[in-house]
């Protein structure tokens, strides 16, 4: 693979990204709103019509609960993705047990692989107090003083108070 220089207006070279590669084409796909009496022999022989199934994944309820129901969904997986599409072109909106189904692609997620970091440089060194919590309860004299007087000459006014 070859990679360009391309001066950017900062003036630096940098190397071009590489193209991406063509989005991979799904051989699985998600068929939804089922009917809770569709069992996986059902959705193996309506969709093996459109290509080899590779498997069926229909999830059914706990065994507490009750075995042979299905939650409405599953995943079909083909050999080919022509396979899967061409059952997603035919399905999507058709009727299974008299339910209107959808069919969907289920997309894979890609691998991105993760970003190198540069270390980060060592913290300075703190020289100084450490830093102060709480400051000190602050006083104020002037207040308490009014506040006594106005108390005395409220409660007794014969007798003064000297502070």
Sequence with gaps: MIHLNVIHRS???????????????????????????VNRDHLM??????GTVKSVDLPMYDIRVNASLNRGYGY??????EDAENAMKHMDGG?????EITAAPVLIPRQVPPRRR????????R???????RSPPRYNIGYGL??????????????????
């Design 76 to 81: 079909i997986d083909f050999e080919k993705p």
């Design 95 to 99: 009727q299974i047990d008299g339910q």
């Design 118 to 125: 540069s270390p980060l440089p060592p913290m300075p060194i």
């Design 146 to 163: 009014k506040k006594l007087q106005l108390i005395a000459l409220l409660s007794d006014e014969e007798e003064e108070f000297e502070l």
């Design 11 to 37: 003036g630096s070279p940098r190397l071009r990204r590489k193209p991406r590669s063509p989005t991979p084409r799904p051989t699985r796909i998600h068929i939804g709103r089922l009917t809770r009496n």
């Design 45 to 50: 022989e309506i969709f093996a019509v459109y």
């Design 127 to 133: 020289r100084g107090p450490p830093p102060r919590w």
